[in-house]
């Protein structure tokens, strides 16, 4: 559950460092 929960978080924070430089 912590390692998933992880790498949800990681993945949102990926998401959205992705969104503000592609803007």
Same mark, same amino acid.
């Given at each position: *559950?912590?390692? =998933?929960? !992880? =790498? $949800?978080?990681w993945?949102v924070f990926? $998401?959205? *460092? !992705?969104?503000?430089m592609?803007?």
């Amino acid at each position: *559950m912590i390692i =998933s929960t !992880l =790498s $949800n978080g990681w993945y949102v924070f990926g $998401n959205v *460092m !992705l969104r503000h430089m592609q803007w």
